[in-house]
């Protein structure tokens, strides 16, 4: 990224900078950084701010080694807030909280998209040693029917108390879901509409 295009005079040589993590999309914190922090972050990979209290760098995790490794920033359309991107090295807050704002920072729903993407990868680029490329190979009527047997194996272990088996079969048909909406060429975001079109209702 070019920092040129960021106008530091504007904001009195610093710019916000909101660090979200790239997974789960929870805002982390909000820090501040002049030229030479934004420099030694896009160098080093690590996000340095520019400490107002202490009025030098900080590169975040140099005590705890709790670093927030940058994946991506973007610039506002003001050209003078910072997105940026990270995976965190372990907890944000000084107080050891996930976030400075004392949110939970755990969801896994996140891995859904690489999962889907995965998935559009087996059927974009086939490998024969693949079990989801093999589902797409054997066509629709065969993932469909993947599809209605984890149904009914789910039904069958819904009846039971048994949580290991009954979560293994849930995930093997979350799994076939969306392969069968990837065979479909549907996105997962079309069926997303329909239920929120329902809940406006």
Request: glycine share 6%.
């Amino acid at each position: 990224m070019d920092n040129l295009t960021i106008d530091f005079e504007k904001v009195n040589g610093l710019v916000p900078a909101i660090i979200q993590d790239i997974n789960t999309k929870e805002v982390l914190m909000l820090g501040y950084m002049n030229k030479e922090a934004l420099d030694k972050s896009l160098e080093s990979g690590k996000v340095t701010f520019f400490s107002r209290t202490k009025q030098r760098l900080w590169t975040k995790g140099e005590t705890s080694g709790n670093f927030l490794m940058i994946q991506k920033m973007e610039l506002d359309c003001d050209a003078d807030t910072l997105l940026i991107q990270v995976n965190p090295k372990g907890p944000v807050c000084h107080k050891g909280d996930d976030t400075c704002f004392a949110h939970e920072n755990n969801s896994k729903t996140f891995f859904i998209d690489e999962l889907r993407q995965v998935i559009k990868e087996r059927k974009s680029k086939p490998s024969s040693k693949s079990y989801t490329s093999s589902l797409f190979a054997a066509g629709i009527n065969k993932v469909a029917q993947k599809v209605g047997e984890e149904a009914v194996e789910i039904v069958i272990e819904a009846k039971d108390d048994n949580k290991e088996l009954f979560m293994g079969e849930a995930a093997d048909l979350l799994f076939h879901y969306l392969v069968l909406l990837e065979a479909k060429g549907y996105e997962l975001e079309e069926v997303m509409e329909v239920l929120i079109n329902r809940h406006q209702k």
